[in-house]
């Protein structure tokens, strides 16, 4: 088994509306996690609900956001989207939509000032202890049409220049929200495309991801060895699936 399979079968599964797959488990574990470590509430169980039935059932008293809920939902639809731009060049329009898609139909809507599709109009950072700071919002299209544009001229991408991209991104940090989700949507597209096997950082792995972030120019390996890891975990669950369809067929 191989990642170019693993795009077929993604395409496909994503196609024939199937369940109990590898597209059903990266749909529902990548909503979850890639939410979570962004703070929202919602479940694994919870989350797979929503994927599979559109339903949502409250755990005890626990309180939930509507954006929440709304965000989930998206961030199937944005997955959808990744997988069927696949063949399209990563691009700053294609960035833009993802973001789009991403905070469609959330109060930052509502909110002039969020930009919702569009970039940052207030400077942001990235943390509160120790703060990150982000390309200021009058540089954030050039410098990222500049990173696109070096990231493309490429004729191949090894996993470390996705790595890099990714912290090169994270920096500029484009949107008034959903940097991070984005960020890491970009990451799996992109092994996706270079043939490399994709992966979903977990959220009990969050504090590892954020200092490989925070720590990047002084020690690479965090941020690496998080997603090397992050791969391998990705990468058994996968072939699982994989090898189990392949027995089936035969």
């Not at 700071?133 to 990173?147: F, G, H, M, N, S």
Request: glycine share 6%.
């Amino acid at each position: 088994m191989n990642p170019i399979t693993l795009k077929s079968e993604l395409l496909r599964q994503m196609d024939a509306h199937e369940k109990g797959n590898i597209y059903h488990w990266t749909q529902t574990n990548f909503a979850y996690n890639s939410n979570r470590i962004e703070g929202s509430q919602i479940s694994p169980d919870q989350t797979e609900m929503i994927f599979e039935d559109q339903t949502f059932l409250p755990e005890q008293n626990t309180p939930i956001r509507l954006d929440d809920l709304v965000e989930v939902r998206n961030h199937f639809r944005l997955f959808d989207y990744m997988l069927q731009t696949l063949e399209q060049p990563l691009s700053v329009g294609l960035i833009l939509e993802m973001q789009r898609l991403l905070k469609r139909g959330t109060s930052d809507e509502t909110r002039p000032w969020m930009n919702v599709g569009g970039f940052k109009t207030i400077g942001n950072q990235i943390g509160m202890i120790n703060p990150v700071k982000t390309t200021p919002p009058a540089r954030v299209e050039a410098e990222l049409t500049e990173l696109v544009n070096e990231y493309t001229s490429k004729s191949s991408c090894t996993f470390q220049d996705l790595i890099d991209f990714h912290v090169r991104f994270e920096r500029i940090h484009p949107f008034s929200d959903g940097n991070g989700r984005i960020g890491r949507m970009i990451l799996f597209r992109e092994c996706l495309v270079n043939g490399l096997w994709p992966f979903i950082i977990l959220d009990r792995n969050r504090a590892f991801y954020i200092r490989g972030l925070r720590e990047y120019d002084n020690e690479s390996g965090y941020l690496t060895d998080t997603c090397l890891l992050s791969q391998d975990q990705y990468r058994a669950v996968a072939e699982q699936f994989l090898t189990e369809l392949s027995s089936d067929s035969e």
